[in-house]
């Protein structure tokens, strides 16, 4: 499997706003929903966003929803989540991973080779 590669995190303000990018050069790339996942610190990865392979619809979840923007370039193997209004209880480490098109909120099964992830941290 190939391991996605994510960027783009870092330390701000609550209120502040963020772009992640993940790359990930599957060769089918552009056939697979592609999703944002986050762990915080001693708690479990939980489901952020997900987009269908199409860019035709998003997914997100409630603690994000009206703040986060998933989008893709398949172009480019990468997609991305705008963050904004970020809030202190968004501090985590954000990963992306390929997503299980039944669920669009679960990685697609027999995915395992995560990358580095992303830190973001938003101090009040």
């Known amino acids: 499997q190939v391991q996605p590669v994510e960027s783009g995190g870092g330390l701000l303000q609550a209120g502040g706003s963020l772009t992640l990018s993940c790359v990930h050069s599957?060769?089918?790339?552009?056939?697979?929903?592609m999703g944002w996942f986050r762990q915080a610190p001693g708690k479990e990865r939980d489901f952020v966003s997900a987009?269908?392979?199409?860019?035709?619809?998003?997914y997100y979840a409630d603690s994000v929803n009206g703040r986060f923007t998933i989008r893709r370039d398949n172009a480019k193997n990468t997609v991305y989540l705008q963050m904004n209004t970020l809030k202190p209880e968004d501090t985590a480490v954000y990963s992306c991973?390929?997503?299980?098109?039944?669920?669009?909120?679960?990685?697609?099964?027999?995915?395992?080779?995560w990358g580095q992830g992303t830190q973001v941290t938003v101090v009040s």
């Open positions: 599957y060769y089918t790339f552009g056939d697979r929903a």
């Open positions: 991973a390929p997503i299980a098109p039944s669920t669009m909120r679960s990685p697609q099964p027999g995915f395992s080779v």
């Open positions: 987009i269908t392979y199409d860019a035709r619809a998003t």
